[in-house]
Every structure is written in structure tokens, then in C-alpha cells.
């Protein structure tokens, strides 16, 4: 079962991706973007919190550690994922996004004294090697040195998010073995994130923007939205009843879906080479390495 909620997770995220690579294209505002999805998964969320959640659960000292991971990850690591689909394509930016798990293992290393094994220097040098790769790639999207210097700037988001992500999963988790509540996490994890891009969006006086997403990619975000809610619950319910280093290969290996979807309904807007291929298999299979035989 945990790991069919994780596929559920990873299929969920792809989708995700997919439907906001295309509202984007309509409505280049990541920030809007967020703001939408996180919306759609906090109402969602909130009221599966009413009808099943026990009143008794809305304590602090239970979901302290949810509102940490909220304020890291959905919130500022998708509005950083968005930016960098925007600016990179789901081809490029995915696959970084997806390497969460090397920062999560060097963050053992370096603060919980965990061993360094064979399949975990394997598994980083894979993971590296990938990065590189689509660094490359990157750079070589344009011919001119002047945008080869802003292409490489962009990298930044994908990496940014992927830190802030593989933090949060690690305080979802402490989370729920202090109260084994899906609902709740996610409930207080989307509902922190909401709230502080709801105050952003309102203090940098983009309100307005909200009110002029094209319709088209209107649908697309909410849909964004809908497919993260699936995601969410499936993740939350598999960090509950699994490990981490079980749950987090499987639900962060969906740039491998990503890259199907791209090459098959994206080419208009996506570029797909064998290096792009090749980097993305060689972070999943490091992703792997790193969670599954450390």
C-alpha cells in the first residue's frame, strides 16, 4: 500500500506540472500560479479537516512541525519550481526539482553522523552527474553568451526548490509521528503556504493579477491544483504508514512521467534532447540509490 500511494503521489505531481507548463504559457506569473493551487488545496484540505478530523487534534504542540514544513514547501519551493518551469521548461526543471533526497542525505551526513556507504557516493555522483548534464543543456539553449549567463542564474530556483522540499518532507514526517493525521498535515502544511503567499501577493500589490489570468489557464492552475490535492493526500497517508527512505524514490521519481508528457503533448514549448534523457534517468536512479540502499 505505501507504495502505491507513492505512484499515486508521483503521477499526481507530473500531472501537476504538466497542467501549469501550460497555464504559464498563457499567464507567465508563477506567483499567481501558486497562489491558485495552494487555494485549491488548502480549501480541500480544510474541509476534510472539519468532517474528519477530531476537534481535539488542533493543538499546537501537534501541528508546530506542520506549519514549519509549510512555510519551506508547498509555499516558497513551488512558487521557486513554477518560476524555474517558466524559465527553464518542465524538461529541465523537473529533474532538479526531483534531487530533494541528495540534500536530505548530505543533511544526515553532515548533522546526524550517518555513515558514508558505497551506494550513498554512488548515488551523489549520479545525481551530481545529472545536474551538470542539464547545466550543460541549459546553457546551450540559446546561442549567446549573454543568455547562457541568465539561463544559468535560472538554475537556482529548481535548486532552491529541491532544498526546501526535501527539508519539509523531513518535518512532515516528524509531524505525523506525533499524530498520525494525513488530513491534518496537509491541512496545516497547505494552510501556512496559503497564507503566506496571500499576504505577499496582497503586500507587493498584485492583486490584481489574480483577476486577470487568462480563463484558459485559469483551468489549467486550478487543475494543477486538483492533481496536488490527490498528490498530497497520497503522500501524507504514505509518509503515515511507511518510511521516508521508502515513499520518497518512488513519489519523487515523476520526472521521468513529466518527461513523457513533454515529448508527447509539450513540443511546441518543450525541448527534449538525449542529454536532457540521459540526465534525467541518471537523477532518478540516484534518487534511488540514496533512499533505497544507504
Same mark, same amino acid.
Not at 503533448?265 to 533505497?292: D, H, N, Y
Given at each position: 500500500?505505501? $507504495? ?9 505531481? $507530473? ?10 504559457? &498563457? ?71 526531483? $534531487? ?12 546526524? %553522523? ?33 543568455? &547562457? ?11 532552491? $526548490? ?43 500589490? %498584485? ?7 487568462? &480563463? ?39 520526472? !521521468? ?17 538525449? &542529454? ?5 534517468? !541518471? ?12
Amino acid at each position: 500500500m505505501v $507504495a502505491l500511494f507513492a505512484l499515486v503521489t508521483c503521477f499526481s505531481y $507530473a500531472i501537476d506540472n504538466y497542467f501549469v507548463r501550460q497555464g504559464l504559457a &498563457k499567464s507567465p506569473q508563477p506567483l499567481v500560479a501558486t497562489v491558485i493551487t495552494l487555494s485549491v488545496n488548502f480549501a480541500f484540505f480544510l474541509i476534510l479537516s472539519f468532517i474528519f478530523v477530531p476537534l481535539d487534534f488542533f493543538r499546537l504542540d501537534w501541528v508546530y512541525l506542520f506549519i514549519i514544513a509549510g512555510i519551506l514547501a508547498p509555499g516558497c519551493a513551488r512558487a521557486l519550481s513554477y518560476k524555474g518551469i517558466e524559465r527553464l521548461g518542465l524538461s529541465i526543471n523537473t529533474p532538479i526539482v526531483n $534531487a530533494e533526497s541528495l540534500f536530505a542525505v548530505i543533511m544526515a551526513i553532515l548533522f546526524l %553522523n550517518e555513515p558514508v556507504t558505497l551506494p550513498i557516493v554512488a548515488g551523489i555522483v549520479s545525481v551530481v552527474t545529472g545536474l551538470i548534464l542539464l547545466g550543460v543543456e541549459t546553457g546551450r539553449r540559446k546561442g549567446t553568451r549573454v543568455t &547562457k549567463r541568465f539561463q544559468y542564474r535560472y538554475l537556482l530556483f529548481p535548486i532552491m $526548490a529541491s532544498i526546501l522540499y526535501g527539508v519539509s518532507v523531513f518535518f512532515r514526517k516528524l509531524g505525523l509521528n506525533t499524530v498520525r493525521s494525513p488530513i491534518l498535515g496537509a491541512t496545516f502544511t497547505s494552510g501556512t503556504s496559503w497564507c503566506i503567499f496571500m499576504i505577499a501577493l496582497i503586500k507587493s500589490g %498584485n492583486r490584481k493579477d489574480l483577476f486577470q489570468v487568462k &480563463k484558459q489557464s485559469l483551468i489549467y492552475f486550478i487543475l494543477g491544483g486538483v492533481a496536488t490535492c490527490i498528490g498530497w493526500f497520497s503522500l501524507f497517508t504514505a509518509l503515515s504508514i511507511g518510511r521516508v527512505t521508502i515513499v520518497t524514490p518512488i513519489a519523487t521519481s515523476y520526472s !521521468l512521467v513529466t518527461l513523457l508528457l513533454s515529448y508527447f503533448f509539450l513540443r511546441q514549448v518543450e525541448r527534449i534532447t538525449l &542529454k536532457i534523457v540521459v540526465a534525467t534517468v !541518471l537523477i532518478v536512479g540516484g534518487v534511488v540509490l540514496l533512499s533505497v540502499l544507504k
